[in-house]
């Protein structure tokens, strides 16, 4: 089975900058897609960013439009989550995610394989 690694969270301060690294086991182009969730304390894992293979521009949660930026390395096999302007509400486990299929790209459950997940905290 497919390994997906997560690193770079931290704690930070608000109107930080993190890049959080989803390190593949495989190569990421054989997937359909690939994406990043997120889950607060308490809360359900919510849908952040996403990247369909061939399919146009990426995905991105409303709150997070404009700060964050999902991008892929084919050869280091790397789905990257630069993070910027980051808020108190961006707190979480982010993780990241790979699906056999391309769509739907921001449903959880479309989603095959996933990481452990990396902490994130901004304080204010």
């Known amino acids: 089975q497919v390994q997906l690694v997560e690193s770079g969270g931290g704690s930070v301060q608000t109107g930080a900058s993190l890049r959080l690294s989803c390190a593949a086991s495989g190569r990421i182009y054989e997937y359909g897609k690939m994406g990043w969730f997120r889950q607060a304390p308490g809360k359900e894992r919510d849908f952040v960013s996403a990247?369909?293979?061939?399919?146009?521009?990426?995905y991105y949660a409303d709150s997070v439009k404009g700060r964050f930026t999902i991008s892929r390395d084919n050869f280091k096999n790397t789905l990257y989550l630069q993070m910027n302007n980051l808020k108190p509400e961006d707190t979480a486990v982010y993780y990241c995610a790979a699906g056999d299929t391309t769509y739907p790209a921001t449903a959880a459950g479309r989603y095959d394989n996933w990481g452990q997940g990396t902490q994130v905290v901004v304080s204010s």
């Open positions: 990247i369909v293979w061939g399919g146009g521009s990426p």
